[in-house]
């Protein structure tokens, strides 16, 4: 299956400032997605990178909050912009495996104080 | 709107005994149904998952039980261990193609020695 290697694993943030998270995958795969865990909460889709397009975002989630890169078929990046508290969370990279199921990377640990 | 229901969301189970997480969707255009599996500062991992052409699936002390008709599948962890102690999504998708994945709201899973 899929390894995905995210960083960084996690992080302490000023309000206010950005982050951005990458992902990289050791194969080429077509659609990576960006989810968001929340304290104690399931995972919420935030985006769906395609390469060469821009990203899709889910209901709730915008382009200027949140710009996704994709640029090859092994990386993307997420930025987490203007960060406030209620943007801590566990943010998780994910590609679909043929024959396994969605994979996901080990996740990022983002607060924000 | 939640379209997969998880309950219990956390459940205490004593070493050798039987742990038993439930599911419902609503969409019935759904056909793969994985359960991850998440520890404490690690992404999910798929632990087994489904099609509803199949009414149970079993791999070692994980099984699934599918109810088409129900809109209901579930997880048994059989001889349950304090490894075990985790917590479980369910989820649902539409399998070809792109299709994002709804999870439910995780299971809280502690199994006591």
């Known amino acids: 299956s899929a390894v995905i290697s995210q960083k960084p694993s996690r992080d302490i943030c000023q309000r206010g400032t950005s982050l951005t998270i990458q992902c990289q995958v050791d194969s080429q795969v077509t659609m990576m997605f960006w989810y968001r865990q929340q304290p104690g909460q399931s995972l919420t889709l935030i985006a769906t990178?395609?390469?060469?397009?821009?990203?899709?975002?889910e209901s709730g989630f915008v382009i200027d909050k949140f710009p996704i890169s994709r640029p090859n078929l092994t990386f993307s990046t997420l930025t987490v912009s203007n960060m406030s508290p209620e943007d801590s969370s566990i943010y998780l990279c994910?590609?679909?495996?043929?024959?396994?199921?969605?994979?996901f990377g080990s996740g990022t640990r983002l607060t924000v104080v | 709107q939640q379209q997969v229901k998880q309950s219990p969301q956390s459940l205490i189970v004593q070493k050798g005994g039987i742990s038993i997480i439930n599911c419902a969707y609503e969409?019935?255009?759904?056909?793969?149904f994985p359960w991850y599996q998440q520890f404490p500062g690690k992404g999910p991992a798929l632990l087994i998952a489904?099609?509803?052409?199949?009414s149970e699936k079993k791999e070692g002390r994980f099984t699934i039980s599918f109810n088409k008709s129900a809109k209901q599948f579930s997880l048994h962890i059989m001889d349950s261990q304090p490894g075990d102690s985790a917590t479980y999504f369910c989820?649902?998708?539409?399998?070809?193609?792109?299709?994002?994945?709804?999870f439910g709201i995780g299971t809280k899973l502690q199994v006591i020695p």
């Open positions: 969409n019935t255009a759904f056909d793969y």
């Open positions: 489904i099609r509803p052409d199949v």
């Open positions: 989820a649902a998708s539409i399998k070809g193609g792109y299709q994002k994945v709804t």
């Open positions: 994910s590609v679909e495996d043929p024959g396994v199921g969605y994979t």
């Open positions: 990178a395609n390469q060469g397009s821009e990203a899709t975002y």
